[in-house]
Antibody, heavy 118, light 110 residues
Framework: EVHLVESGGGLVKPGESLRLSCAAS????????MNWVRQAPGKGLEWVSS????????YYADSVKGRFTISRDNAKNSLYLQMNSLRAEDTAVYYC???????????WGQGTLVTVSS | QSVLTQPPSASGTPGQRVTISCSGS????????VNWYQQLPGTAPKLLIY???QRPSGVPDRFSGSKSGTSASLAISGLQSEDEADYYC???????????FGGGTKLTVL
């Protein structure tokens, strides 16, 4: 059974950094592209970033470009999101998702809450 | 302002058929396949329809998707109370080089 478990969320001040992790199990992690999707409180879904199997191709939403860095460690079956220069508008639940095919997300983690507030 | 446009709300009575629209552009829906997600209250989203009209294993055939030009639709037939949820469309956008979502439609079963 596929499992995606996010961790690393918490409360930080504007301008600070945070690193999210996603532990994957139940499938061959190295064979799938992975993505981060976020959801601000009471709002809709927003795609954040994508990384291909060998990290050859990486994409970011304009809203996080230059501040966030996605990475993966296939040996550890893990996905990461390094978030720097955090802003209040980055406050959201961050979901780790598996890309089942052409940019659709067939499995989602339970999410980890990031709150940016002074 | 979302790149894909959905109605904020929809409703129906049990047994009815409801449709939810999703409007995009030539660089999003016009050039790529559309996917739909269901988010039940307090839970993570779940893939409902992929590649315009394909259902993942376990999704009832009451749910169907279609696409025409730069628009797509999700249809739910035989509406049930457990279908009450938020529904999101999504697609890759060639101009933005990223996945774009609709703003979501809250479905209420009356």
């Amino acid at each position: 059974e596929v499992h995606l478990v996010e961790s690393g969320g918490g409360l930080v001040k504007p301008g600070e950094s945070l690193r999210l992790s996603c532990a994957a199990s139940g499938f061959t992690f190295s064979s799938y592209s992975m993505n981060w999707v976020r959801q601000a409180p009471g709002k809709g879904l927003e795609w954040v970033s994508s990384i291909t199997t060998s990290s050859s191709y990486i994409y970011y939403a304009d809203s996080v470009k230059g501040r966030f860095t996605i990475s993966r460690d296939n040996a550890k079956n893990s996905l990461y999101l390094q978030m720097n220069s955090l802003r209040a508008e980055d406050t959201a639940v961050y979901y780790c998702t598996r890309e089942g095919g052409y940019y659709y997300f067939d499995y989602w983690g339970q999410g980890t809450l990031v709150t940016v507030s002074s | 302002q979302s790149v894909l446009t959905q109605p904020p709300s929809a409703s129906g009575t049990p047994g009815q058929r409801v449709t939810i629209s999703c409007s995009g552009s030539s660089s999003s829906i016009g050039s790529n396949t559309v996917n739909w997600y269901q988010q039940l209250p307090g839970t993570a989203p779940k893939l409902l329809i992929y590649s315009n009209n394909q259902r993942p294993s376990g999704v009832p055939d009451r749910f169907s998707g279609s696409k025409s030009g730069t628009s797509a639709s999700l249809a739910i037939s035989g509406l049930q109370s457990e279908d009450e949820a938020d529904y999101y469309c999504a697609a890759w956008d060639d101009s933005l080089n990223g996945v774009v979502f609709g703003g979501g439609t809250k479905l209420t079963v009356l």
